[in-house]
């Protein structure tokens, strides 16, 4: 790598250090308020409000609800199937309308206790909740993040970035590292359009609501070139957003390109081709 390479790279990994240290300034006093909390009121679990007594996260009783995604499924999309078609198999989605990145994979299905996981998580300011999803996304990525060179979080526009103080993608990227050492790249790829909330819209019309909305600037596409890079996010709905953020990687350089998501939308009946 020449002088001019390897300064600019320099230069941009420590443009990338300050969101990271900021964002670990705010979890550890988000951590701190919550610490203080649980010390004057009991943890609640977030699907049905009964009391935890010392444990975080779910309840006996929701965890057993809550619906893990584990083999078999699409090899592309992570997708569960109804039967086992064999290694390797691709899902009619997945053979109809190929992402821009290899693999996505979640740790489990958006059902009813995973939506409330993720509202409290997201909306509740309960980054305590971080490292226990991110065991189970590192758990359901293990192939992936075996591979990877970095993780990346799904970043968020600014301004609604400041309205939400944290970004639940990085909190969970940052979990993830912690179990599997790859190193997480904040401040990489950039979300350059603010774009309208995606629920309520179609397939098509996520796809046209995220259409240019990242990108990866010049000054830090040495940080992307012919890496692996894993996408980090708490749900995936349609992919319009994952596979949008994969197009931008890609056009900078990237090697290849994975998904890992705490939860995912899936449809009663999936059949493999």
């Excluded at 007594?53 to 078999?72: N, Q, R, T, Y």
């Excluded at 996981?117 to 758990?139: H, I």
């Excluded at 940080?223 to 996010?233: F, P």
């Amino acid at each position: 790598m020449n002088r001019s390479v390897s300064a600019s790279q320099e230069q941009s990994e420590e443009q990338t250090a300050f969101p990271a240290r900021a964002a670990r300034f705010g979890g550890g006093v988000r951590a701190l308020w919550r610490t203080l909390l649980d010390a004057a009121l009991p943890p609640l679990c977030p699907s049905c409000r009964e009391p935890l007594g010392d444990g975080v996260g779910l309840c006996a009783s929701c965890w057993s609800k809550l619906s893990l995604i584990e083999p078999p499924f699409c090899a592309r999309l992570g997708i569960p199937f109804t039967y086992d078609p064999g290694p390797g198999l691709l899902s009619m989605e997945a053979m109809a309308h190929p992402p821009a990145y290899d693999r996505a994979r979640a740790a489990v299905r958006y059902d009813e206790v995973a939506r409330k996981l993720v509202l409290a998580f997201k909306y509740a300011d309960r980054l305590d909740f971080a490292p226990m999803m991110g065991s189970w996304m590192a758990r359901a990525g293990r192939e992936l993040l075996a591979d990877a060179d970095a993780l990346m979080p799904v970043p968020l526009h600014w301004r609604r970035l400041w309205a939400r103080r944290f970004n639940q993608a990085a909190a969970l990227a940052g979990a993830i590292s912690e179990i599997s050492h790859v190193p997480v790249l904040h401040d990489v790829l950039k979300r350059v359009r603010a774009t309208p909330q995606q629920v309520g819209l179609s397939k098509a019309q996520r796809a046209d609501n995220v259409q240019g909305a990242f990108r990866v600037p010049d000054e830090a596409k040495a940080l992307v070139t012919g890496r692996r890079i894993v996408l980090v996010d708490d749900v995936l709905t349609s992919g319009a957003t994952v596979d949008t953020c994969a197009r931008a990687l890609l056009r900078a350089g990237a090697g290849h390109v994975d998904v890992l998501v705490f939860a995912r939308v899936v449809a009663p009946v999936r059949t493999p081709i």
